[in-house]
Nanobody, 122 residues
Framework: VQLQASGGGLVQAGGSLRLSCTASGFTFSNYVMGWFRQAPGKEREFVAAISRSTGSAYVADSVKGRFTASRDNAKNTASLQMNSLKPEDTAVYYC????????????????WGQGTQVTVSS
């Protein structure tokens, strides 16, 4: 099982980034895909999740209206489009997979990627 996150980088406040997560080693379409982030000195927190069928996505209040989760089951890929980025969005972003149902707690996810750094300058 492998989750490979990519797309992070340095961006100015107000800018955009698109994170991707490529999965292998499991049946991607059976898993909810989640995004979490961890800022320096803080606990990892839930950002967004998208259902197995791409029909439903849920994002945390802190990013609502700015971040959008999506997925392409044919390509075993999940994405997180991040717009209007703020310095407080600076963190390492992780993708994760959970079998079957939605969840927002990291302990409920089965597989994790290695993380990609997002830095937003003011």
């Amino acid at each position: 099982v492998q989750l490979q996150a990519s797309g992070g980088g340095l961006v100015q406040a107000g800018g955009s980034l698109r994170l991707s997560c490529t999965a292998s080693g499991f049946t991607f379409s059976n898993y909810v895909m989640g995004w979490f982030r961890q800022a320096p000195g803080k606990e990892r927190e839930f950002v967004a999740a998208i259902s197995r069928s791409t029909g439903s996505a849920y994002v945390a209040d802190s990013v609502k209206g700015r971040f959008t989760a999506s997925r392409d089951n044919a390509k075993n890929t999940a994405s997180l489009q991040m717009n209007s980025l703020k310095p407080e969005d600076t963190a390492v972003y992780y993708c994760a997979a959970r079998f079957s149902t939605f969840a927002t707690m990291e302990a409920q996810y089965n597989y994790w990627g290695q993380g990609t750094q997002v830095t937003v300058s003011s």
